[in-house]
Nanobody
Framework: QVQLVESGGGSVQAGGSLRLSCAGPRFIYSMYCMAWFRQTPGKERERVASLYTRSGITYYADSAKGRFTISHDNAKTTLYLQMNSLKPEDTAMYYC???????????????WGQGTQVTVSS
């Protein structure tokens, strides 16, 4: 079974930075859309950013534009999410996902990680 493994979450103060990582098998990074989602209790999982690994086309939610950067390193088969200027409303469980089509719908993604918690205090 394909596994994606996130790391890099933690607790920071508002204005701080974190870099999330997502490691997975090589074939995913050469074929798929890779994305970062986040979810808070009682809310739908929302797409924060996504990346078509072949074309490099990226997408950012309005809440992430100008602060977050999605990237990947094919050699290491790792997806990253650099998060700067963090706000308390960024507090959530962050998941990486892989699918054939980048979209807002979680159901378009075939593979998910277990999540990494990000907590931003004011």
């Amino acid at each position: 079974q394909v596994q994606l493994v996130e790391s890099g979450g933690g607790s920071v103060q508002a204005g701080g930075s974190l870099r999330l990582s997502c490691a997975g098998p090589r074939f995913i990074y050469s074929m798929y859309c890779m994305a970062w989602f986040r979810q808070t209790p009682g809310k739908e999982r929302e797409r924060v950013a996504s990346l078509y690994t072949r074309s490099g086309i990226t997408y950012y939610a309005d809440s992430a534009k100008g602060r977050f950067t999605i990237s990947h390193d094919n050699a290491k088969t790792t997806l990253y999410l650099q998060m700067n200027s963090l706000k308390p409303e960024d507090t959530a469980m962050y998941y990486c996902a892989a699918g054939s089509l980048c979209s807002d719908s979680r159901y378009n993604y075939n593979y998910w990680g277990q999540g990494t918690q990000v907590t931003v205090s004011s």
